[in-house]
């Protein structure tokens, strides 16, 4: 068991970038590496897709991702090399470090975005594990993610606001076709969102079905508003190629 002399020492010691291996400060990512990540922008202000340069409107068609019961869905980066790496390496190789480092871009992205500071929400949601995913990987990637964002931004992390009743397969597993379906009446909200607006929060999002079945959850216990923010986005280009 770590002491506090170890303890305290890891926290007020520099940190080194999980990518590069450089003194990144408080973060776990270094201002180099933040810059050279793969950002969006601009965004959609609704599904949070990549939009051209010359785009007019601040929306598009938004026909990749289910959006049920979800008013606004906030991605900060695109889903390719580093930040699959970051992702990926966080769950299935027990480094909960990558994931707080996701959620260090995820701050970044949020710092940048003037127009939601005006909207932040009461509650941040992770999307829970079943207990079983939870003990065999120790920790959830989710919770990890937020953790950073909460603390800067002064928001309540409600970790247990949400469960997940069903032990659903990975989604990573799945074809496009099940991952729609497969997080179906698998989460079940509690009433402290009740006539809050709350932000869930999450690595990636590809269909957007985890999403909405955590966000319909929300909605049964009473929640006001429910936005997305997530570290990555599949974009349309790249599920259409990997027939997601």
Same mark, same amino acid.
């Given at each position: 068991? @770590? ?5 305290? *020492?890891?926290?007020? =010691?520099?940190?080194? &970038?999980? =990518? ?9 990512? &270094? ?17 949070? /897709?990549? =939009? ?5 409107? /601040? ?7 289910? *959006?049920? &019961? ?11 090399? @580093? ?6 390496? #966080?769950?299935?190789? /027990? ?5 707080? #480092? ?22 941040? +949601?992770?999307?829970?594990? %079943?207990?079983?995913?939870? %003990? ?12 950073? +964002? ?6 309540? *992390?409600?970790?247990? /606001? ?6 659903? @397969? ?7 076709? *099940? ?8 989460? $079940?909200?509690?009433?402290? $969102? ?19 079945? +955590? ?9 006001? #508003?429910?936005? +997305?923010?997530?570290? !990555? ?6 599920? !259409? !190629?990997?027939?997601?």
């Amino acid at each position: 068991m @770590p002491s506090k002399v170890d303890y305290w *020492l890891k926290r007020l =010691l520099p940190r080194r &970038c999980v =990518l590069c291996g450089m003194e990144a400060g408080y973060r776990n990512l &270094c201002t180099p590496c933040l810059a050279d990540m793969p950002w969006i922008d601009p965004r959609c202000d609704r599904c949070g /897709a990549a =939009l051209t340069g010359a785009a007019e409107r /601040a929306v598009c068609a938004c026909d990749d991702l289910r *959006l049920e &019961c979800i008013d606004r869905v906030f991605a900060a980066l695109v889903y390719e090399y @580093p930040v699959d790496r970051l992702i990926v390496d #966080a769950k299935f190789h /027990a480094r909960p470090d990558l994931a707080r #480092a996701s959620g260090d871009a995820l701050l970044w992205a949020l710092g940048s975005a003037s127009s939601l500071s005006q909207m932040w929400p009461d509650l941040l +949601v992770p999307v829970p594990l %079943h207990p079983n995913r939870f %003990h065999s990987r120790g920790f959830n990637q989710s919770i990890e993610i937020a953790r950073p +964002v909460a603390r800067r931004l002064g928001i309540k *992390l409600a970790r247990n /606001a949400c469960i997940r009743q069903r032990d659903t @397969p990975a989604q990573s597993t799945l074809s496009g076709r *099940l991952r729609r379906t497969n997080p179906r009446n698998a989460f $079940v909200a509690r009433a402290v $969102v009740s006539g809050r607006h709350v932000a869930i929060v999450d690595d990636v999002i590809t269909t957007g079905s985890t999403a909405s079945a +955590v966000a319909v959850a929300l909605r049964a216990a009473g929640a006001e #508003a429910v936005s +997305v923010w997530c570290v !990555a986005r599949v974009m349309r280009s790249q599920a !259409a !190629a990997a027939k997601l």
